[in-house]
């Protein structure tokens, strides 16, 4: 069964960094597939914020461009997002996705709340 691990998540104030982590079991190997963030505020839709190709483009959601970097290591089979100058705006659950040929795979969530 294939699972996604999402860490990092916190407490933090206006202006603050977070990074964020993601992590696959072993036996799923995310150097196939494209993997995102996305997240989840109270009371809204789940909206896409960033996603990296297998070959290691990132895009970014409007809203987040410029404060946050998607990453991944093949390697440690891991994804991560750094975000910098956090806002309340951004408070949510933060999900990880990979999407491969096999399907589409979901975590778990980590909540991210900015204090203003």
Not at 9 to 23: F, H, I, N, T
């Amino acid at each position: 069964q294939v699972q996604l691990v999402e860490s990092g998540g916190g407490l933090v104030q206006a202006g603050g960094s977070l990074r964020l982590s993601c992590a696959a079991s072993r036996g799923f190997f995310i150097i196939s597939s494209a993997m995102s963030w996305y997240r989840q505020a109270p009371g809204k839709q789940r909206e896409w914020v960033a996603s990296i190709t297998n070959g290691g483009s990132p895009n970014y959601a409007d809203s987040v461009k410029g404060r946050f970097t998607i990453s991944r290591d093949n390697a440690k089979n891991t994804v991560d997002l750094q975000m910098n100058s956090l806002k309340p705006d951004d408070t949510a659950v933060y999900y990880c996705n990979a999407a491969s040929v096999r399907g589409s795979y979901w975590g778990q969530g980590t909540q991210v709340t900015v204090s203003s």
